[in-house]
């Protein structure tokens, strides 16, 4: 395929955009990819759908090589099926909701869970039926409150979902391996970059969950990653090590002290180690007890829950909702002191939460035989060596406190950094939550119903550009790996006469008939302008048609290393060929 | 390609869906092509996703043929540009409207004239840059009243539109003329049978244009043909032959007669035969004064319009809308009589109309110097020998009213008669309404503005499924053109011993090596199941592997003429392949 640029749907841009602030909406603008048609809603210019449409080609083989199986559903969607499974209301205002002409009420899929359950139990009944693998290729719609940078965060874009559907536990694990697997060899085949991170799972409801993160700067996933192994974890689903528990025996009793004008650890810390206690006091010797209060989705009724920390950590909010989902978190004000006196502010201990009721769950390096110094319940005053399992004992562990870099890495092997990604693909066994919505079952052998199991399983496609030129650029514009690139070649007509002009189409006509794709610039313009095109476009390979040909030689440069090698003009397309079949 | 039916996402129904009128939808849900799944919208199962994509994949090679550019617009829209060229109101009901998160105004996409208009104004500026074509493939939001017949006239579907950008009307008219080619060879490829129509514009607004309508029962869009030449036209489209015009010495005075209780035509012929006048008359001969009201889009008050068509005629309402368009039509009430005292209700004649200012359209066939029976505007009085050009003269012609078969072809050859077809293609010369609305223009050679002038051009991708089904099928299935078949060869094998199994695997797996695609039925139900499925289904060759095998030949079977052909098995994989190559 010859595109001939004097005529191609393209103007790049000599100026970065204004609203551009990270390097892959800045280039894909600049180089003519997209455009901004709407807050979030991007336009696809030709060369940019090309590189879309790679991608979504490389989607689809892999996925079709598991043996899944590719359909369609409408992206305007009516809302029993979301009312059904509560997404209706738990998506807020991320949803885009619309009414027909007859006020009937819809929504633009976000994602299709509900409406593949009900195609496969529209289509299946009989535990021979499974399992079963189905995707699509589908515009999708979030109204993002921030959309950003680019088709990097839209709130219209191209996302691959696949589920599964299958009979047990272990058919499940694996279909989830085997999407595991393409994916790994989707994002190798588009040359990224990323980890996969245990994840938590959002809106979804479930169990296993991975994230696939392109490693970026401009990415909005902050992760950790082990300094020496390959651990890496989403910062919600970093599990901290619990030490062991410790022997009761021997340890000192619990003493109560007064301790005026402490509110914070730190002033409380300044203050025990002023007073001249058998010992000295850090922040990590202290028990943080912060209140929140939660409820779950359809309850009218907020609940008070106590949460302990050790007292150099803060309560992530974050990780603290991740392990709470699907329950609402909000903090405690001024009007929950009031009806709750026995809470006093600054003061909080387990003992008055659990005397009151008030669930009580720590962080798992509360064990058993640690002492810790918290509230006593009191206006200014502390207890210290308030034993865990002697003195109080809470009623479950919780993952709330902030990682930090340096912590010990759950795996065992070396301490966390943190780290920022792209999400580009995330894989999660879903279980039975649609299947029980919709009574997805399938006749077993025995004739009884078998509760189906399913996954889900998300690629951002059109977010995948952004992700590859976050990873694939220089100074100078776009470095597109071979397999996403708009076209194999970008050939230069760099010189006015016509024997240059001659020489180029003959190359390009003969590179064509090999099946190379040549974006071919056969423009008027300055060699000058041609060459910083060249290079901002990105295409890997750039052939240049110039003075040398009287020589009868050309020159190709390699876009990604800048090497330029002078072929003879009767090899080049051998040459040029070669490359491009790698 | 090989496709196991064992494991296919696709179960046939063997009864016909309740809600399906047309073969077309009957028989795209029973082959497990289709499903709905809301209102006006459909699901394309793995099969169905096929027949899209082969469309489709037509379309854009004969679209790049004629050198327009793929480029990708969202669906959700800003409401801005809609509001510039009047759609935003102009839509009414059919446009989907929505309101994101912050209470802006959106819309889903119905056609994308504004957007494509917007993004060359945004990259072109010099008329070095035209002309230019654009197009995309893409799904389309329209709130259809009464969607139906499947994916026939669903509320979202996939549509190609494109867009051409000309410096001058001559341009404008080649770009015109190669759409009409390339649509004229798309639908050739696809295998239907389609005429090509003069149509007016619906809510465009423009000049040239032509629909191209698929022949089908099922089609809810009425033409008229001629029968003795190629004329076809939408009958909002036919234009009446006006007669000559005559002389008008030595026709009769105009005279008013009493013609008590005669408020139709009918009752006013029998009065007038009944009188013994010197002559007899028919309806013909009478001129109907039908009254409307009329306004432009904006305005809020209505005009009145008097429409005068020959009382053998019904006015058209349809036509009359597309006349008067882009105006709104309204009938007049009670209220407008009692308004106009001037307007005798059964009695109005042309006089009453003029004397108070309303203006007065009358059909074609009322030329100079032809005589009328009309009313007198007085109750039960009528005139006779009215003559136009003497006694009265109208502002202007209209096509009001009704198009008959039998009446005679606008070309002069042959008479009219009506035929149903299925719109599958729309290209209209746009104009400069929308490069109005943005000021488009390019800098010309002068340094002087120059307004572009744009062509649109539909074609309806997800209908042409329906409209290819509704061409192609039998009282068994589906029949499918080759270019648009889900698999190239269907084979079965119909038999339980292992034999033929492995039969039909070595001949799966040679074709598709060969680069055929094989929809295999290697399901254990019994041959007359599959051989069902196999009609319905529609596959063009279907290859039975089953009992003669064991002499060494198996079946091919012409799925559209039914001829069974025995083949040596060692020479079946080159003669399917050269029935798929053709």
């Known amino acids: 395929m010859i595109t001939r640029m004097s005529s191609l749907f393209l103007r790049t841009l000599r100026e970065d955009p204004a609203d551009a602030e990270v390097p892959s909406h800045r280039l894909l ?12 809603g991007y336009s696809w210019l030709p060369l940019g759908l090309r590189v879309l449409r790679n991608i979504e080609r490389v989607v689809r083989e892999e996925m079709d090589a598991i043996g899944a199986q590719e359909i369609q559903f409408p992206a ?15 998506y807020g205002d991320t949803l885009f909701r619309i009414k027909d002409r007859k006020g009937a009420d819809y929504l633009l899929g976000p994602t299709h869970e509900e409406l593949f359950t009900l195609a496969v139990k529209g289509e299946y009944s009989s535990y021979k039926d499974y399992p079963v693998m189905l995707y699509q290729v589908q515009t999708k719609y979030r109204d993002e409150a921030r959309p950003r940078a ?5 709130r219209e874009f191209v996302m691959k979902d696949s589920y599964s559907f299958d009979l047990d536990d272990e058919g499940l694990e694996a279909s989830y391996r085997k999407h595991r697997g393409a994916y790994i060899r989707i994002f190798d085949r588009l040359g990224l970059d990323y980890v996969i991170v245990a994840a938590t799972s959002g809106a979804m409801g479930g169990s296993a969950s991975e994230e696939f993160l392109a490693t970026a700067e401009a990415g ?16 919600e689903a970093v599990v901290t090590p619990a030490p062991p528990a410790r022997a009761l025996e021997g340890l000192p009793e619990a003493q109560v002290h007064h301790t005026p004008d402490t509110p914070t650890i730190e002033t409380l810390v ?7 206690l058998v010992r000295e006091f850090t922040a990590a010797d202290t028990l943080k007890n912060v209140l929140v209060k939660t409820r779950m989705p359809g309850q009218k009724e907020w609940t008070l829950l106590g949460i302990g920390v050790p007292g150099d950590r803060e309560v992530d909010m974050k990780r603290l909702e991740a392990g709470l989902e699907p329950a609402e978190v909000a903090l405690v004000e001024e009007a929950d002191f009031a009806a709750n006196p026995f809470l006093v502010k600054g003061y909080i201990g387990p003992g008055a939460l659990q005397a009151n009721g008030v669930r009580y769950l720590v962080d ?16 200014d005053h502390h207890v210290v060596d308030l034993v865990c399992g002697r003195d109080f004992t809470p009623d479950g562990t919780i993952e709330a406190a902030e990682v930090r870099e340096g912590d010990a890495s759950p795996d065992g092997h070396g301490t966390l950094v943190a780290a920022r990604g792209i999400e580009i693909g995330h894989i999660f066994q879903l279980g039975r939550k649609y299947a029980d919505a919709f009574e997805l079952d399938a006749l077993g052998p025995d004739s ?3 509760r189906i199991t399913m996954g889900s399983y998300g690629i951002g496609v059109s977010r995948l550009v952004a992700a590859i030129a976050e990873q694939h650029h220089d100074e100078l514009g776009l470095v597109w790996p071979r397999a996403v690139s708009p076209a194999d070649v970008h050939l230069v007509v760099a010189g006015k006469d016509d024997t240059v002009f001659e020489g180029g189409e003959r190359i390009v006509g003969e590179l064509s008939q090999r099946g190379v794709s ?17 290079e901002l476009i990105g295409v890997p390979t750039i052939v240049v048609v110039g003075k040398g040909l009287a020589k009868g030689v050309v020159e190709v440069k390699d876009r990604a290393t800048g090497e330029r090698t002078e072929i003879d003009v009767d090899a080049v397309v051998d040459h040029v060929t070669g490359l491009v079949r790698g």
């Open 220 to 235: 909005e996933d902050t992760y950790v990653r082990s300094t020496d192994s390959g651990y890496a974890a989403n910062v």
């Open 364 to 379: 798992p390096r509360i064990v058993t035989g640690t002492a810790w110094v918290t509230g006593a319940d009191k206006a």
């Open 76 to 90: 305007l969607l009516p809302k029993e099926p979301y009312v059904a499974t509560g997404r209706w209301s738990e």
């Open 270 to 276: 300044d203050f025990l180690n002023g007073a001249g």
């Open 448 to 450: 009884k119903p078998v």
């Open 518 to 534: 040549v974006l071919f610039d056969d423009r008027t313009v300055s060699p000058g302008v041609k060459f910083a095109d060249a």
């Open 29 to 40: 603008v600049r180089a003519g990819y997209v455009r901004r048609a709407a807050p979030g």
């Open 150 to 154: 680019g088709v990097l965060r839209g």
